[in-house]
């Protein structure tokens, strides 16, 4: 430092706050710039996210973890095994803002068992299972409103039936509220596992991670 | 002070090169065939197998008093060589002791390797003796981490482990080491590091993405480079010197990228965000397009997101895809290397930005907020002093290393940086403790730099058991204390936003801390006035083993310009009375 230890120092000074030169525009809480007159809140959506990882021991405490971490929305998350031995299939459903789903792609992506990430945005073939328990007092109408929805019944007793629905998300909300009147005891849900529709490719991983 | 040595006790070491035989030996020869050729570390039960195997190597063992030392001293180690550093630790506490080095090593990408014994696999979810779920309290903290499971892989996961932590976005890897596996048979040399074939960092960014921003530059009004720690990382220092040299754009810098750019060029306008410069922060305020180069954007910087370089086009260089239009949205995301990128844009710019008025605006911006403190004749000392008396009585590759809080910024402020790699800090932590173990191991990297530590006397009592070993390696390195009697930061945000209530914040006692040092077996100094500086410093500087310098201050000192957490950065306060 060049410095000048034997000057007087006054300590420091120079144009107040009010007084100094302002920029005219703004960012929202996204750090995008906006028009400063319009204030939009930004737009969450559903979607699906679907990664395609090393089966590796503890990938998928790694992966909840983050989306704890980071805050991101979840709404579900299924992981099971693919058609190449050593690697698994985790299909997420988030709600977040764009920014958030892009940042939720790419901070999943630095995991280094997560060989490739993909929203899939294009009408996907997604589907979930639903395991619903409910009173059994009136057999014949339950079995009508489980063929309603092309389920099938698992079990039936003298005070409880089971039966079990497939199906895309709101096929399965809509099943649920029909079986409402029967009083239900117990569900358990899976959570939604989606592919690409068609031809198109769900990972696109080359040979290395086949 | 005493003038007295402690010499280290004479070393049995036998460095016979030894076959290997077992997962331990593998550890070792991966980290000689990285060409590691220093450790920071703490024996103990579950990592002594690896130890056994250090006994017959070359490379240079540095037993520290507490694992959050041996975290640190890695942490600095690898921001000055580059290199990772590497610390070892037992089990159990021995792990959980690296966590906030980890941590801040996380935060600042700086390249760690950090070695966990585990108990042996069969004992694994026992609750064994020191057993900690070691992968998984690190799992959040690191870049990458692994348990290893066959002593004859073992080797080659540590080679993993280190190149992950080199390459692509730096930043610290764990390996746990179950006793097992490396008491377990192994026979083959894992060979050089190798990063695993699903890590693929990208290099250059796209052309196209890199014509667009050089026009988007060329065509800017008030061009700015807000240059980051990954400028320092990608060793793009040069680059970023002649590409802001030959199109005469000003350069302002995070704390982590303190010495990227020369702070005495005409150029430089230092430091900006919560305690940047008065220039830096109206510089980055007013500008119409930044060139971001290896900066995450940290609120610290910014400031409230709404009010940051609201005119500004954003050209955002990073190699971590997931920082760019993170907290800032990048009109420009140039993803790739700082150096290879910043030479793209090199060749891309057909034309420099027309930027005379602009660069007119910051000299007179530079003129009108001159960094200064107010310093009367008579004692108490003003700390900006002491920073600068021990800048001018060093050469300018001298390292600087500090704990957190006021006196950090003080020696941001008021010390001159030309250097890469000469600033060590703990910027994304903030973690205090952290400058005395960084003096450490900066100065094993870089045992021909002057090492000078500030330190606040808060920070320096959370890891000044470290002295003993500077005195046991005879580091000659010099610790400053800037002491007033405070945790001077919480007092000065107690000042401005807590009315004033001084709760926990002030000591009604500090210890002595040049009695504290000649203890140790360091020297120690006590300054209370301007004349005794003066001598402190040509002698504490002159010793040649650690020194440690107690220095009294002004207690009612505070750190300025200030910009409060998530404020506007070109309303910056210069006293407290304009927050
Ligand atoms: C490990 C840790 N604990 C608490 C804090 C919160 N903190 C930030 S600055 C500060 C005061 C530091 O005091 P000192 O080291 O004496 O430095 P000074 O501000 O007085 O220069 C504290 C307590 C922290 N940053 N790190």
């Known amino acids: ?210 | 002070m005493s003038g007295e040595q402690k010499q280290a006790p004479a070393d049995a070491t036998d460095t016979t090169p030894k076959p290997i035989e077992t997962g331990a030996d593998a550890v070792v020869r991966a980290l000689e065939n990285a060409g590691v050729e220093h450790l920071f570390g703490v024996q103990g039960g579950a990592i002594m197998p690896v130890y056994d195997a250090l006994y017959h190597s070359e490379m240079h063992h540095i037993t520290m008093a507490h694992e959050q030392g041996a975290s640190h001293a890695a942490d600095a180690y690898g921001i000055v060589s580059g290199e990772p550093g590497i610390c070892l630790a037992t089990s159990g506490p021995g792990a959980t002791n690296l966590v906030t080095g980890l941590a801040d090593s996380n935060m600042d990408s700086d390249p760690v390797v950090a070695l966990t014994g585990q108990v042996p696999t069969d004992f694994v979810g026992s609750d064994a003796f020191q057993e900690t779920d070691t992968v998984g309290v690190t799992g959040p903290v690191t870049k990458a981490n692994f348990f290893a499971d066959d002593s004859r892989t073992v080797g080659r996961d540590v080679g993993t482990a280190f190149a992950l932590a080199e390459h692509g976005r730096q930043g610290p890897t764990l390996v746990d080491l179950p006793k097992d596996v490396t008491n377990g048979p192994a026979e083959e040399d894992p060979g050089e590091p190798r990063t695993p074939t699903t890590y693929n960092p990208p290099e250059t960014a796209a052309p196209d993405a890199v014509a667009e921003a050089a026009v988007a530059l060329a065509a800017a009004d008030k061009p700015l480079i807000l240059a980051g720690g990954g400028v320092i990382k990608a060793e793009a220092c040069e680059e970023l010197r002649s590409f802001a040299i030959e199109h005469e754009i000003p350069v302002v810098t995070t704390m982590p990228g303190i010495g990227s750019f020369p702070e005495d060029h005409e150029l430089s306008l230092e430091m900006a965000g919560m305690h940047g410069t008065g220039y830096a922060n109206m510089a980055i305020t007013m500008t119409d397009c930044m060139l971001a180069i290896g900066t995450r954007f940290d609120d610290r910087l910014t400031g409230g997101i709404e009010t940051f370089a609201p005119d500004a086009e954003i050209i955002h260089v990073d190699i971590d895809p997931a920082e760019v239009s993170k907290n800032i949205e990048a009109d420009y995301p140039l993803i790739g290397d700082a150096k290879a990128v910043l030479t793209q844009l090199q060749t891309a710019m057909d034309r420099s930005p027309s930027a005379d008025e602009w660069r007119e605006q910051c000299q007179q911006w530079k003129a009108e907020y001159p960094m200064d403190y107010a310093a009367p004749e008579d004692e108490p000392i003003k700390p900006q002093y002491v920073v600068e008396a021990y800048d001018l009585a060093t050469d300018d590759d001298t390292i600087v290393t500090t704990g957190v809080g006021q006196h950090q910024m003080w020696a941001c402020q008021y010390w001159s940086y030309t250097e890469p790699r000469t600033w060590v800090s703990s910027h994304g932590l903030g973690t205090m403790g952290y400058g005395l173990p960084a003096a450490i191991g900066a100065k094993v990297a870089a045992p021909d730099q002057d090492v000078v530590c500030f330190d606040g006397d808060g920070s320096f009592l959370m890891t000044c058991q470290e002295l003993s070993v500077a005195v046991r390696e005879n580091l000659d390195i010099t610790v400053v204390v800037l002491n007033n009697a405070a945790i001077g930061m919480v007092r000065q945000w107690q000042d401005a936003f807590f009315g004033e209530r001084h709760m926990a914040s002030e000591y009604p006692w500090v210890p002595e801390f040049d009695k504290l040092a000649e203890a140790f077996g360091a020297a120690g100094f006590r300054v209370d006035t301007y004349d005794e500086l003066g001598d402190a410093v040509e002698e504490s500087l002159a010793y040649d083993g650690p020194s440690v310098v107690d220095v009294h201050i002004d207690p009612e000192e505070n750190v300025y310009p200030m910009v409060p957490s998530g404020g506007d950065n070109g309303l910056f306060a210069l006293a407290e009375d304009q927050l």
């Open chain 1, 1 to 210: 430092m060049s410095r000048n230890q034997n000057v007087k120092r006054d300590g420091l000074e120079g144009p107040e706050p009010e007084e100094r030169q302002r920029p005219v525009g703004r960012r929202n809480a996204q750090g995008i710039r906006v028009d400063p007159e319009v204030e939009a809140e930004p737009q969450s959506r559903r979607t699906i996210i679907s990664a395609y990882v090393e089966n590796e021991p503890g990938v998928l405490a790694r992966v909840s973890g983050l989306f704890h971490r980071r805050q991101f929305n979840i709404e579900s998350l299924t992981v099971g095994p693919t058609q190449n031995d050593g690697y698994s299939r985790i299909t997420l459903v988030i709600e977040e803002p764009d920014p958030g789903i892009e940042q939720a792609k790419k901070q999943l992506n630095r995991l280094l068992p997560v060989i490739h990430v993909r929203e899939l945005d294009s009408n996907p073939v997604a589907c979930e299972l639903v395991i619903l328990k409910v009173d059994g007092d009136e057999p014949d109408k339950v079995q009508a409103i489980t063929e309603m929805y092309d389920g099938e019944a698992l079990d039936a007793g003298p005070r409880t039936i089971t039966v079990q629905i497939t199906g895309d998300e709101s096929k399965i909300d809509d099943a649920i509220d029909a079986f409402e009147q029967f009083g239900i005891r117990e569900i358990a849900r899976t959570g939604q596992a989606a592919l690409a529709r068609g031809e198109e490719e769900t990972a696109v991983v080359d040979e290395r991670h086949t």
